[in-house]
């Protein structure tokens, strides 16, 4: 329920965190129900509905192998116009063929009708095990029973139902001080598998009352994912089900135009409420104990300091040494020339928060305190600095440790 | 000592596999001694030298923050007549700036001149922690006992004195029948960090006695390596000390001639020794308890096989999966679709050994044996293979699992 509760984030003034969830904002119901789908017998089917129509921006995995959910919304429902979701858990439905788009379009047939909205305004999505169909005979009754469940109240039940290997709650809500007035925004994300990022599915949504164009909702939201869940999922390598939907439906009257100063106002706020979410799902990452801020400096580009930077976060030797506590920067080295093959050779310097452990290249000629380097190894959350000192681009990202609960947990999650 | 014990690899015809090491060729030295740089106590300085004058072969990591011995030979080595190698383990000297190119440089003079050779025939290499200094007060002595130790049977502790993990014998020798007679190749190899491919170090020492041009060593090198250590070290994506080292000293009088039959039997034998070690090394994967051979084939370009085929090797979800004895193939497909995001909807076939488990991207109809799939993931070698339907290139690869014991060792492992 706390969207802020790592140290890398902090809201801006305008935003006041509230106690909420997706219904907070004004119009908004949501259900999550136990369709049988998940063999655990926990939730795992859920709507969110807007009583209004909205505005919405949506970003879908790039993969190839995207499941059916995801090419059934990209290419099937409306643009820029959705109102509501409806979303499973235990069951991705990718690499289902074309029972799969059926079986997709069905659950957004069903859902819109029982709702009683067009279903082009019906999005979809699916999270789970790939490649089984879905058991279309507990979804069919599963859609009913959650849209008539829908509620005010229900924001919670939906975060719910959307988890598989989640165990931290992910989802909150945040009034936001406009010139107009104050607009609402709830989120709530899933996801746990950040430590092969990629890989893991990412599901968010984001709703808010203010009154805001499409084409700004889109950007805004493209912004707010670049410093959030696109700086813990590297590189646009994403899973077959990643999927972020924002919808706002104007109920609160607040209206954010180009341009102004209330944009960049609400921008501010959207982008705390995704890198919070973010941040979450990083301190989730399936067996983590540790956060790890990652900030390259000195990059001769950007698209340098972002290849470094996924290089340094996907690395298992890195990874498994902040596990083990232990502050071996040659392994960020090591893994920091590598995506820098071929070029001159690297200078960089090295610090663990305030401590430096690298200069030019080399250890620095006064050992760091070992007391100060225990204490910040043992913290669950370490900022680590690395200036290449080739230029001036920078890129900041949020890693979680490996460990054997990782391997544990998804040697035993099964097909 | 046995350099195909993986069902992977089979000598050809015309190589049979005899008992011995890098010192089985004509002509050839070696040593291994405890110097003290491990804690350990065990050894961790070797030397191996031809008594004549060698044509030879160089591979180098391209890694921007590659070792200092790595940037002594390449810079300040004859190209293609090295004689001789020192080697220390316990301490890679990189990241050690311009001392560690002066202890790099110190200990090729001191080599050199223990064995009467000029220092530009001496190649020098380490492998270790990085960022720590090398202890020349322990290296000094050490070069000098190992070149009083050097005799024909220290091929064994010359390679026991390399290894930091690795837990393997990875060395070997063969005979090449040729239409001029036979020459010996002896090989030996380090490394045991194949889980993260990139960042282990890999250090490779192949002697043999024909008479070889450089020219034409150095292109069968290329060749051997392409099939082998990089086919499980991925993209050139390699660690800061990785280093291998081909020696011809001629001493068996057999002549192999640029363009004739004899090249291409001795590049296959060539080709066959390295590919046994590359397997031995993935085999002796840190922690791993299996080698997946990963068939790509039906990619659109030679480049898209590769990519393929690294991006699933490198997957922390496949590579746990295979750990679990899972086939769970979806994590497979989504890794290609990463690697293809962007193009058009992936309709791969993917095959467990003969077992069939998806046809155009969607679970076969007629479900898989459980029983013959639990007896193909219980075994210690599984071959997969993916055709992704693009077009004509394939590329090979091999990986280990990812296991409870990778974590422990690297959580472990300390500066």
């Given at each position: 329920?706390?969207?802020?509760?790592?140290?890398?984030?902090?809201?801006?003034?305008?935003?006041?965190?509230?106690?909420?969830?997706?219904?907070?904002?004004?119009?908004?119901?949501?259900?999550?129900?136990?369709?049988?789908?998940?063999?655990?017998?926990?939730?795992?089917?859920?709507?969110?509905?807007?009583?209004?129509?909205?505005?919405?921006?949506?970003?879908?995995?790039?993969?190839?192998a995207?499941?059916?959910?995801?090419?059934?919304?990209?290419?099937?429902?409306?643009?820029?116009?959705?109102?509501?979701?409806?979303?499973?858990?235990?069951?991705?439905?990718?690499?289902?063929?074309?029972?799969?788009?059926?079986?997709?379009?069905?659950?957004?047939?069903?859902?819109?009708?029982?709702?009683?909205?067009?279903?082009?305004?019906?999005?979809?999505?699916?999270?789970?095990?790939?490649?089984?169909?879905?058991?279309?005979?507990?979804?069919?009754?599963?859609?009913?029973?959650?849209?008539?469940?829908?509620?005010?109240?229900?924001?919670g039940?939906?975060?719910?139902?959307?988890?598989?290997?989640?165990?931290?709650?992910?989802?909150?809500?945040?009034?936001?001080?406009?010139?107009?007035g104050?607009?609402?925004?709830?989120?709530?994300?899933?996801?746990?598998?950040?430590?092969?990022?990629?890989?893991a599915t990412?599901?968010?949504?984001?709703?808010?009352?203010?009154?805001i164009?499409?084409?700004?909702?889109?950007?805004?939201?493209?912004?707010?994912?670049?410093?959030?869940?696109?700086?813990?999922?590297?590189?646009?390598?994403?899973?077959?089900?990643?999927?972020?939907?924002?919808?706002?439906?104007?109920?609160?009257?607040?209206?954010?135009?180009?341009?102004?100063?209330?944009?960049?106002?609400?921008?501010?706020?959207?982008?705390?409420?995704?890198?919070?979410?973010?941040?979450?799902?990083?301190?989730?990452?399936?067996?983590?104990?540790?956060?790890?801020?990652?900030?390259?400096?000195?990059?001769?580009?950007?698209?340098?300091?972002?290849?470094?930077?996924?290089?340094?976060?996907?690395?298992?030797?890195?990874?498994?040494?902040?596990?083990?506590?232990?502050?071996?920067w040659g392994?960020?080295?090591?893994?920091?020339?590598a995506?820098?093959?071929?070029?001159?050779?690297?200078?960089?310097?090295?610090?663990?928060?305030?401590?430096?452990?690298a200069?030019?290249?080399?250890?620095?000629?006064?050992?760091?305190?070992?007391?100060?380097?225990?204490?910040?190894?043992?913290?669950?959350?370490?900022?680590?600095?690395?200036?290449?000192?080739?230029?001036g681009?920078?890129?900041?990202?949020?890693?979680?440790?490996?460990?054997?609960?990782y391997?544990?947990?998804?040697?035993?999650?099964?097909?």
């Amino acid at each position: 329920m706390h969207l802020f509760s790592s140290k890398f984030v902090k809201p801006p003034d305008h935003v006041n965190e509230i106690t909420g969830s997706v219904t907070t904002p004004r119009g908004f119901r949501a259900s999550g129900i136990a369709a049988g789908l998940k063999k655990s017998g926990k939730p795992d089917l859920g709507m969110l509905v807007s009583e209004s129509p909205c505005t919405s921006a949506t970003l879908y995995t790039p993969n190839a192998a995207a499941a059916a959910p995801i090419r059934v919304c990209r290419e099937e429902t409306a643009a820029g116009a959705l109102q509501a979701v409806v979303v499973n858990s235990g069951s991705a439905n990718a690499c289902t063929g074309e029972r799969g788009l059926e079986d997709a379009r069905a659950m957004v047939k069903l859902a819109a009708a029982k709702i009683g909205i067009d279903p082009r305004f019906m999005a979809v999505a699916s999270t789970g095990v790939i490649g089984q169909k879905l058991p279309m005979e507990a979804v069919e009754p599963g859609i009913k029973f959650a849209a008539d469940s829908l509620s005010k109240s229900g924001g919670g039940d939906f975060a719910d139902a959307i988890h598989t290997t989640d165990k931290l709650d992910k989802d909150g809500a945040v009034e936001v001080n406009l010139s107009q007035g104050t607009a609402t925004i709830g989120a709530c994300a899933k996801g746990a598998g950040m430590i092969a990022p990629a890989l893991a599915t990412l599901l968010v949504f984001v709703t808010t009352d203010a009154v805001i164009p499409a084409p700004l909702l889109r950007k805004m939201l493209t912004a707010a994912a670049g410093g959030s869940f696109n700086a813990v999922s590297v590189d646009g390598d994403m899973s077959t089900n990643d999927f972020i939907l924002l919808m706002a439906n104007a109920e609160s009257g607040v209206a954010i135009e180009p341009g102004g100063g209330d944009a960049i106002l609400f921008s501010e706020a959207l982008a705390a409420v995704c890198k919070g979410l973010a941040l979450k799902i990083v301190a989730d990452g399936e067996g983590a104990t540790k956060v790890i801020e990652l900030n390259i400096n000195g990059a001769a580009g950007a698209e340098e300091a972002v290849r470094v930077a996924g290089a340094i976060s996907n690395s298992a030797l890195v990874k498994t040494a902040f596990y083990g506590r232990d502050a071996n920067w040659g392994r960020l080295i090591a893994a920091a020339g590598a995506a820098l093959a071929g070029q001159p050779e690297l200078l960089a310097d090295i610090h663990y928060e305030e401590v430096c452990l690298a200069r030019g290249g080399v250890a620095c000629e006064t050992a760091p305190d070992p007391e100060r380097l225990k204490e910040i190894m043992g913290k669950p959350e370490i900022s680590v600095t690395l200036d290449l000192r080739r230029g001036g681009s920078s890129h900041t990202m949020y890693f979680s440790d490996l460990t054997h609960d990782y391997v544990t947990l998804n040697a035993e999650y099964t097909t």
